[in-house]
């Protein structure tokens, strides 16, 4: 089975510009989560989306903002980029059953980078 | 708030010899606690996940425990292998209605052949 997939792989943009980072989650998998790594840091919570309704939202700028399609594949959307926004996006996908027993499992990340 | 710190920040062990990775949280209300690998640059992969009402998993040569208590978990790598160096890292579900994972900032695992 494939995993979870993300496009781009790499993307460089510059300050001001708009980018857009595309999800596809495992097959059956209901719910899309986007995590913001910086460099040498853990992962910080962006957005969760289940059945296509936002169920979480981290504290980040309102720059940042997401949705989910009928297909359960997602897009996470930054405006007005800044030096700052540079880090590995990653995507999680579960089957949205709760944090119980609820496993969930990471992209390879798309690179962002700002210049 | 949830806080999630993981100490140390990197660690080296010769090959072959057995491990001990920590992990500490701040608030005990947790739904689970999972353990992350992550190689250089690339995704996250998870590799145990233990329930709050639970107290370890093992998968394989990796057994995690969980004292909800006293806020920590360990995990437990035995005959390490240079194929496990990578970055580890933990991470608990807290919130209610929503799967948002809160990451510490990982260890760094070097095998030395």
């Known amino acids: 089975d494939a995993g979870v997939t993300q496009s781009p792989t790499h993307l460089i943009k510059t300050r001001g510009q708009q980018v857009t980072l595309r999800c596809s989650p495992i097959?059956?998998?209901?719910?899309v989560s986007w995590y913001q790594q910086v460099l040498g840091q853990g992962p910080q919570f962006i957005f969760q989306y289940y059945e296509k309704e936002e169920r979480g939202r981290g504290n980040f700028p309102d720059r940042f903002s997401a949705r989910q399609f009928p297909n359960y594949s997602s897009e996470l959307n930054v405006n007005a980029l800044l030096l700052g926004d540079s880090a590995l996006y990653l995507c999680?996908?579960?089957f949205g059953q709760g944090g119980f027993t609820d496993t969930q499992y990471f992209g390879p990340g798309t690179r962002l980078t700002v210049l | 708030k949830q806080e999630v710190t993981q100490i140390p920040a990197a660690l080296s062990v010769p090959e072959g010899e057995n491990l001990v990775l920590n992990c500490s949280f701040t608030d005990s209300a947790i739904y689970n606690l999972q353990w992350f690998r992550q190689d250089p640059g690339k995704g996250l992969t998870s590799l145990l996940l233990i329930q709050s009402s639970q107290r370890e998993q093992t998968s394989g040569r990796l057994n995690a425990s969980l004292d909800k208590s006293s806020g920590r978990s360990t995990l437990y790598i035995a005959a390490s292998q240079p194929g496990d160096s990578a970055t580890y890292l933990c991470?608990?579900?807290?919130?209610?209605?929503?799967?948002?994972?809160?990451f510490g900032t990982g260890t760094r695992l070097t095998i030395i052949p």
């Open positions: 999680a996908s579960s």
């Open positions: 097959s059956g998998h209901k719910s």
């Open positions: 991470a608990v579900t807290s919130n209610f209605g929503n799967e948002k994972l809160t």
